[in-house]
């Protein structure tokens, strides 16, 4: 197993959290980029070959760079997109993925209309920091920086080779129970990263901070450009469950009766496990531990949970900022609907629920979505697809541009169903 989870078992999370704050940020800069080659998880995949993907529709233009920030068990690289004025002549930032957009690595930064909002983005499991082009692209064409880190899994997750467990996992996935079966498929995985808790919510605050000290730091493209007094989060999948928790202050709770299959964290059916069996839940200092309440407004894609079920409610009912629930329609390939309704349903906040006909899991990720090579997605993702990313790229602008700069005129795109693939959009919580 990768050396920074065994590494982090023995550790408290408040102390592995100071640990990866606690940066020098002039040593960050110099240290050795990580692995970002093209994968899902553990498994290579070969790039599709310069597929261009959806326009962004703001005002600005795109700038990518990179900076990497160091940890005594690893490195830590993210992309940082931002508005920019690319040059004449120059060539747009082909992902890792062979997604072409239209952002330019290294662009001058356009800071007309600075100091811009703070977005941090958290990609789903085993996904690779820029495989959402189309989607954070757009959001930095409307005024914002988005920063968005390679975690630990992108290239390392593993999938199950126990053939039980692969079969469990299919067959959940027929049924739509598709939350289980990722962590069916993932057993190994999320078993020894305790669901991901020894290692995401960490990587995202290291990025929250270093992002931020970047707009005191002169020498950085930044410097005076981030408005540090307002922040966004999203997230993809497991990105979008860690939205829910540290950009949304969704709890954590311990104190309910728990079967004993659910407090085995030895369970050979690792989706009956609740996170309080294990030592990196169970340590929080309570369990609202891991929010981070200088979030403003959160957009979770897609989100699952690995909370027990009759306790998804009650932890989204902590959520008081505004929240943006948007997911596909696939019913064996997308996060399973009604643990995303228990979020929309529950949480305090002002709340909407966008979802998107004919697009599964993949789609957002268009790096996979648009890529033949990835198993165990569906088909749809190329049928229409600018049509169906114009949804995702309508409202989440619209939305933060609403509760992050608070411009009046994007409420009304809240409230108007703008696509006939808009499935279903509901708000509440929002007068």
């Given at each position: 197993m990768y050396g920074r989870i065994s590494r982090l078992r023995g550790f408290k999370p408040?102390?592995?959290?100071?640990?990866?704050?606690?940066?020098?940020?002039?040593?960050?800069?110099?240290c050795a980029q990580a692995d970002l080659s093209f994968g899902l998880g553990a498994h290579a995949l070969e790039p599709v070959d310069n597929v261009a993907t959806a326009d962004p529709t703001g005002p600005y233009g795109v700038g990518i760079t990179f900076e990497t920030y160091c940890t005594d068990d690893r490195n830590l690289t993210v992309s940082i997109w931002y508005p920019a004025t690319p040059e004449d002549?120059?060539?747009?930032?082909?992902?890792?993925?062979?997604?072409v957009g239209q952002a330019f690595q290294d662009a001058p930064l356009d800071s007309s209309g600075g100091p811009y909002p703070l977005i941090v983005f958290?990609?789903?499991?085993?996904?690779?920091?820029?495989?959402?082009?189309?989607?954070?692209?757009?959001?930095?064409?409307?005024?914002?920086?988005?920063t968005s880190a390679q975690h630990l899994d992108a290239r390392h997750a593993n999938t199950t080779t126990n053939t039980t467990l692969q079969l469990i996992a299919v067959a959940d996935s027929l049924v739509g129970d598709t939350n289980d079966a990722v962590i069916t498929f993932y057993t190994e995985w999320f078993r020894e990263t305790e669901y991901a808790f020894t290692y995401r919510p960490q990587e995202i605050q290291l990025n929250l901070n270093q992002t931020l000290a970047l707009a005191d730091d002169s020498s950085s493209i930044l410097y005076g450009n981030i408005d540090t007094d307002n922040i966004g989060m999203t997230g993809h999948s497991l990105g979008g469950f860690m939205t829910n928790v540290v950009g949304g202050g969704a709890a954590i709770y311990c104190d309910y009766a728990m079967l004993p299959g659910e407090k085995d964290p030895n369970n050979p059916l690792l989706a009956s496990v609740s996170?309080?069996?294990?030592?990196?839940?169970?340590?929080?200092?309570?369990?609202?531990?891991?929010?981070?309440?200088?979030?403003?407004a959160i957009i979770p894609l897609a989100a699952p949970s690995f909370l027990t079920k009759d306790q998804i409610a009650r932890s989204a009912a902590e959520i008081q900022i505004p929240v943006m629930i948007m997911t596909g329609d696939n019913f064996t390939s997308e996060t399973t609907e009604w643990i995303q309704k228990a979020v929309y349903n529950n949480a305090q906040g002002p709340a909407y629920y966008v979802q998107i006909e004919d697009a599964d899991h993949y789609f957002v990720p268009?790096?996979?979505?648009?890529?033949?090579?990835?198993?165990?997605?569906?088909?749809?993702?190329?049928?229409?697809?600018?049509?169906?990313?114009?949804?995702?790229?309508?409202?989440?602008?619209?939305?933060?541009?609403?509760?992050?700069?608070?411009?009046t005129s994007a409420f009304d795109v809240l409230h108007e169903t703008s696509s006939s693939f808009i499935k279903d959009l509901k708000y509440r919580n929002d007068s």
């Open positions: 408040a102390a592995i959290l100071s640990a990866l704050i606690l940066v020098d940020s002039t040593f960050a800069k110099t002549g120059s060539s747009p930032y082909v992902s890792s993925g062979g997604i958290s990609a789903g499991l085993g996904a690779v920091h820029d495989a959402y082009y189309f989607y954070v692209q757009n959001l930095v064409s409307h005024g914002y920086v988005v996170p309080c069996a294990f030592d990196a839940v169970q340590e929080l200092s309570s369990p609202f531990a891991l929010h981070d309440s200088r979030v403003k268009e790096a996979y979505g648009l890529n033949p090579n990835v198993a165990l997605k569906g088909d749809e993702d190329s049928v229409n697809f600018l049509d169906k990313a114009a949804v995702y790229t309508t409202y989440s602008a619209a939305f933060f541009n609403y509760y992050i700069k608070g411009n």
